[in-house]
């Protein structure tokens, strides 16, 4: 079955890197992506990465793919207060639906 | 400029008393998503349109239901909501096969 898994709390000072962390199963995913949300509010995408690259990176967001693994992760550089958040993590379905299988989320907590 | 629009923000009903909400997009997508995302949960498709075509997940309550009058909206139907029901309710659009895009949401509360 579809299971994406996620680190639950990562708590990073400002300025430093953040790495969060996400195992996915489908192998069939064509797209994964990174998406943003702050409290009460609606899903940001940050970034995405399509199945065949290893690397994205954008200004200072860096996704690393590891297929063999099933490993997905999204660096954060020079972490800043705004970046307090949960980060999801998601799968696109291998099928016609182009479904989204979320990961459980991480909280980041930016320490000042 | 907003790009998808969910509305209200914020919707409370009582036990029972069916509720709509409402989304629409200025993008021009052909697919519409339906999430609904319980406290400190990852959001859970509930449906999707493509074009007219609906497609429900097998999971999804028949309790929920929707309605999509046009491309540009798309409206989903709670004919009577168990205190269970309450979480926020997120509106998505993507042209098929590219990322989907957001809504910020519905909060839904049920007393």
């Known amino acids: 079955g579809e299971d994406v898994e996620q680190s639950l709390f990562l708590s990073v000072r400002e300025g430093d890197s953040s790495v969060i962390n996400c195992t996915y199963t489908?192998?069939?995913?064509?797209?994964l992506y990174w998406y943003k949300q702050e409290p009460g509010a609606g899903l940001q995408l940050l970034t995405y990465i399509f199945s065949n690259m290893d690397m994205k990176q954008d200004q200072r967001l860096t996704v690393l793919l590891n297929k063999k693994d099933k490993h997905l992760s999204l660096r954060i550089a020079d972490t800043q207060t705004g970046d307090s958040a949960i980060y999801f993590c998601?799968?696109?379905?291998?099928?016609?639906?182009?479904?989204?299988?979320f990961g459980t989320g991480t909280l980041l907590a930016v320490q000042p | 400029d907003a790009m998808v629009i969910q509305n209200p923000r914020y919707q409370v009903t009582q036990f029972g008393k069916p509720v709509t909400l409402s989304c629409s997009q200025t993008l021009n997508h052909n697919v519409m998503y339906w999430y609904q995302q319980k406290s400190s949960q990852a959001p859970k498709l509930l449906f999707h349109y493509y074009d007219k075509d609906f497609n429900n997940e097998a999971d999804t309550p028949d309790n929920f239901q929707s309605r999509r009058p046009n491309t540009s909206f798309c409206f989903l139907d709670i004919r009577s909501p168990g205190l269970g029901d309450a979480a926020m309710y997120l509106c998505a659009t993507s042209a098929l096969g590219n990322e989907q895009f957001f809504g910020p949401g519905t909060r839904l509360t049920v007393l």
């Open positions: 489908d192998s069939s995913s064509t797209y």
């Open positions: 998601a799968e696109m379905d291998g099928g016609a639906t182009n479904k989204l299988i």
